[in-house]
Structures are given as C-alpha cells and as structure tokens.
C-alpha cells in the first residue's frame, strides 16, 4: 500500500460527517480507489466489509436490492454472512465497490445514511455515464475525486523525503536550487514522468527496478482505456476508441487545440459531443477549455466548443504514443531522462503541467487571442488559473530557448493589468526576469 494524500480527504470527511454521508471516491480506472478506501477501513474501524459489484460474490445482496427489499437489518446479517465480518455500530464501514455499475446501490444509500449504523463509501469510475433512467442520485453523498500519484507520492514510494522541503522552499523563497541539486531533482522528475503515476506501474518498477515492467502495467492500462472507450457512448464503438486514440496525435500539434476534422472526414463536433462529455466524465483524460475574455469570473466564458484534451496520466501518454522496440525500451528511457533523445517534449510537458493542475483541483482553461498588430496569427497562453491575488497565467516552455514566449509577450502588452501573477514552466532551474517567474517543471505543484 502506497501512501496517498487523499486519505487526509477521507479521514476529513469521517471527522465532519460523522456517518451522516456517504463518501463517494471518483476517478479513473486503476488510480488506486478501490485499496485506498480498503486500507482506510483497516485502519480506522473495528471491521469493514468490500461488496464489490463487479464480481459475482456480490449477486446475493445485488438481488436483494433488485427486489425491493427494504428489511435493513436482514440485508446486514446477508453482508455479515457472505463477508465473513461482524458489523459493529457506528464503527464498521461497508464499502459499495465499483458502485457505477448496480446503480441501484446508490439510490439504497439515501436509506443507508438515515439508518445511521454504519459508514458507507463508495467507489467508482464513469458515475453519472453508468446510471439509469428513474434512479434517484442520493443527496447524502460526499464526493472527492482521486487522480494518479503525483510527484511528492512518487518521492515516498522511493523513500525520499528530502526533495520535496527542499524545492518548496526554493519556491516559496524564488530562489535558484543549483546547479547540481536542479539536475538531480530534474532527472528524478523525468523518471516520475516516464513512469507515470498509476499505481500498478510505480509497483512494477519498484519491485523489478527496470522500465521493461513499468511499461508492461501501463500497456495493460491502455489497452483497459480503450476498451472503455468502446463502451462510453452505446453504439459509438469506432468513434470513441478513435477520439481517445487521437489524444497523442493531437497534443503532438503545434496549435494543440483539438479539431475534429482530424478524426474522419467530413467530422462535426455534434458527431463527437456526447463522446467528448464521456471521455472528461471517465477522468481517463483532462479537458482543458477555451476561454474567451479575462476576467476573474472567467468561466463565465468559457467556449465549450474549443478545447484541448490530455490524457489523465503522462507516463501512461508516454506509452501510448511512443511504440518503443522492446528490446531497446531501457536504452530509450535512460536517453528521456537524460533529455537526449529526438521527440515532441513539448506535449508530455504540457500534459504534465496539466495533470498537475488538475490534481490540485483547477479547472483547466486556456486563452486564445489574436493581437491587434495581426488578425491571422492566432496565439494562445497554455492554462489561466486563479490565485489569491487574481488570476494567474502558465506557459509551458520544454525547450531551450523558455525566454522566448512571442504568444506570453503579446498578452502580457494586451491584457497585463489584469494578471496579478506569470509563470513560465521549463526545464532549467528558478529565475525571476521582472514579472515573470520561470519554474521548473517540479515546482509546477506549488502553484
């Protein structure tokens, strides 16, 4: 068991609620969800009990349901028999696994709740995609939603826990870490990148200490997705393994603005809707959407038409648009980390900066203008996001020229006055020019 933040959320909501919700734990498949709550209950309740709904231990108490059955203490002693566990009051937890798929258990809930002996926390993938015509969604929920590990996680996982102090408080400071300790912290962070921050994969490399395993876990996850893909709208197979496999194809773009002409010819937007809809609800990618003023209440403007979409987890884009030779894999990962090999970096920094943003619970927007020297060239600032000072924007620079930012110097001339802070993420260490601050890309978490 990997030590994970949002436990903190789930201890919270324990303190808060004190069994008058449900939690309810959203996210992409393989995250962590289903051990994350199962370690929670281990270590902060006499006894609980997994009712997993995609397996067939569970048709006894999903029948139950089916049939109306609202005799709540019966139902109890079915989940004390068939899980082998004695449920205490107010100290047992009943865990309503991959929920999405028996609905049913979630309009139960509402009763659940009102009973009041046990805790409940659900967990599951694709929610309001899976649900069924007449269910009641119970008001008695908590959600929180449950994204890869991030970078801080990763440092634990390896047993380090010096690196994150140290560059938080570089940033806190705005003060350059060094030669030396930038190289190390950023080579570290690359293999983070590659690796990804799926459980399954972190495990694989930990335990084999070889990229060839990690690889092999984040393939399996792929092709898991795509799969998914297949089913997220009935009878819209082609199209949704299309529209996720496009994701890499899209981000490789200069202008990563996502255009549906690129998917079939002849493609409209109303083709693809529903699609895009399920694919952000899935969490299996992050949707960023274009804004089309700034201004602190900007999602006032959002243009829901425009929009670039990244894959919910870097090391796992890695795979799906690098098709490495595996006799050569290892060779390949040590030259991207090193920064020696000849690929669009660009695109898995942008979706790095993306997934951590996401993480910290942003909204991702970007902006799209054109200046007022030019009415064709189109310019974009990669993600806008709030502060406490205003709003904040993030350009995301990969190569070696992060001082040159046409498109940031554009905005900055149009529409400084209402930006409080600017960031520009890039590969070297901490610098602060006037009213930028470029960051490395490891400090993107702090923001």
Same mark, same amino acid.
């Given at each position: ?190 293999? #983070? ?7 399954? %994969? +972190? ?6 200490? =070889?990229?060839? /395993?990690? *690889? ?116 390949? #990962? ?7 090999? %000849? +690929? ?6 942008? =979706?790095?900066? /993306?997934? *951590? ?91």
């Amino acid at each position: 068991m990997f030590k994970r933040k949002i436990t903190e959320q789930i201890h919270q909501w324990k303190v808060d609620y004190d069994g008058r919700s449900c939690l309810l734990i959203k996210g992409a498949r393989r995250v962590g969800k289903t051990t994350v709550a199962t370690e929670f209950a281990k270590n902060n309740y006499r006894s609980y009990a997994l009712i997993d709904f995609s397996h067939p231990s569970s048709n006894n108490i999903k029948g139950m349901i089916q049939d109306g059955f609202d005799d709540l203490d019966e139902l109890f002693r079915e989940i004390s028999r068939k899980y082998n566990v004695t449920l205490h009051d107010r100290n047992s937890v009943i865990i309503l696994d991959e929920v999405q798929l028996f609905p049913l258990a979630r309009q139960l809930v509402k009763h659940l709740v009102a009973d009041g002996r046990y805790d409940y926390i659900e967990t599951g993938s694709l929610i309001s995609l899976n649900n069924e015509s007449g269910i009641l969604n119970p008001s008695e929920e908590h959600p929180i939603e449950m994204y890869p590990m991030d970078f801080e996680e990763f440092c634990w996982v390896t047993g380090n826990d010096s690196t994150i102090p140290l560059i938080k408080g570089c940033f806190d400071s705005r003060t350059p870490l060094g030669r030396y300790a930038h190289e190390s912290v950023s080579k570290l962070y690359r293999t #983070y990148m590659l690796i990804g921050g799926m459980p399954a %994969s +972190i495990s694989a490399f930990v335990q084999k200490n =070889n990229y060839a /395993a990690s *690889e092999n876990a984040k393939k399996d996850i792929i092709s898991l997705y795509e799969n998914d893909s297949e089913k997220l709208v009935k009878g819209r197979n082609v199209r949704g393994r299309r529209l996720f496999n496009s994701i890499p194809i899209s981000l490789s773009n200069r202008n990563k603005v996502f255009k549906i002409a690129n998917l079939e010819s002849g493609g409209k937007y109303r083709d693809y809707s529903d699609l895009i809809d399920a694919m952000n609800d899935s969490m299996m990618c992050n949707m960023c959407f274009n804004i089309t003023d700034i201004d602190r209440a900007y999602d006032m403007y959002v243009d829901d038409m425009q929009f670039k979409m990244y894959l919910c987890d870097t090391g796992l884009l890695f795979t799906q648009s690098f098709n490495a030779d595996k006799d050569k894999e290892n060779e390949i #990962y040590d030259c991207m980390i090193r920064g020696d090999i %000849s +690929i669009n970096e660009g695109m898995y920094f942008e =979706n790095m900066v /993306a997934q *951590e943003l996401r993480a910290k619970g942003y909204k991702l927007r970007c902006f799209t203008f054109y200046p007022k020297s030019s009415s064709t060239n189109l310019h974009e600032i990669d993600f806008i996001i709030p502060s406490s000072k205003g709003i904040s924007v993030v350009e995301v620079k990969s190569g070696k020229t992060s001082s040159k930012h046409a498109s940031l110097d554009h905005f900055i001339e149009e529409h400084g006055n209402r930006v409080k802070e600017i960031f520009v993420i890039h590969s070297k260490d901490l610098r602060v020019d006037g009213d930028i601050t470029y960051l490395p890309i490891y400090m993107t978490m702090f923001l």
